[in-house]
């Protein structure tokens, strides 16, 4: 009987800080098992072992913020039935996307002594904004137990079973006491989606919002609840203006409390 062939897998950097592929070395045991299963057939993080493609399954982690790059993700969608992105910079721009309210130039002309040198976009901007994504893993960085599962579900033809749900019911589970009832320091827990474990309340620490926003997130009654409580608008900017910024919905919100 003829042996059947494994998965051949990719794991891509773009624009990042390799956080989200270091969360599947991170794996260990897991990795081993999906090993089995998969050929892990170009990951530079890994190993420098490099099997041509095309792949059944790519793994992409960091935004677009560079001409080359603009370039090179159309490629990387070519070669790949399956297009994952992992992380909040390949799902929302990242931290980097900060940029997007400003004007670049003006940054690299402060940082570089000579910005002629510097070729970079005007905006830094998700994988899905230029081609077709299959599935989006969020997180900064993800969480290994939910790549796992997706990595599962892609070798059992099903769909990843990942949360929708808000860090809130995270903070209910663990019995943390809520910040909201409390008037603890402000929080995005309520519009964000769950996968961390509500790591930051567990602390006494607002939620960051490094998961992104989720489903149907009512940002303007929380930044009014906050508001209520006398919490200023550049407050609530940069409360919305950190590894999700460019995110839809915390972009909107962000920029009504801009003066």
């Not at 677009?64 to 992992?86: C, F, G, M, N, Y």
């Not at 002594?113 to 993800?142: M, Q, W």
């Not at 997130?217 to 930044?223: H, M």
Request: proline fraction near 5%.
């Amino acid at each position: 009987m003829k042996k059947q062939r494994k998965p051949k897998l990719a794991v891509w950097k773009f624009s990042s800080c390799d956080g989200c592929q270091l969360s599947l070395l991170d794996c260990e045991d897991e990795l081993l098992a999906v090993a089995e299963n998969i050929e892990i057939a170009n990951f530079v993080e890994a190993s420098r072992n490099v099997v041509k493609g095309p792949y059944d399954l790519s793994l992409v982690e960091g935004s677009i913020t560079t001409p080359h790059d603009a370039e090179r993700i159309h490629q990387v969608r070519r070669s790949s039935k399956v297009l994952i992105t992992i992380g909040a910079c390949a799902t929302a721009g990242g931290i980097q996307a900060l940029r997007n309210f400003k004007d670049v130039r003006e940054f690299t002309s402060i940082v570089y002594a000579t910005p002629s040198y510097i070729e970079t976009l005007n905006k830094s901007t998700a994988i899905a904004d230029h081609v077709f994504v299959d599935f989006e893993l969020r997180g900064c960085p993800i969480s290994k137990q939910q790549l796992v599962e997706v990595l599962s579900a892609f070798l059992n033809g099903r769909k990843p079973a990942t949360p929708s749900y808000s860090v809130c019911l995270e903070c209910k589970r663990r019995g943390t006491v809520c910040g909201l009832v409390t008037n603890g320091p402000p929080c995005l827990g309520p519009v964000t989606q769950a996968g961390c474990n509500a790591l930051c309340p567990s602390y006494n620490r607002g939620c960051f919002g490094c998961f992104g926003p989720k489903e149907t997130p009512n940002t303007n009654s929380l930044a009014s609840y906050w508001k209520s409580l006398g919490t200023k608008d550049p407050e609530l900017l940069r409360l919305f203006r950190s590894y999700n910024a460019y995110a839809e919905s915390f972009r909107k919100e962000s920029e009504a409390h801009e003066k």
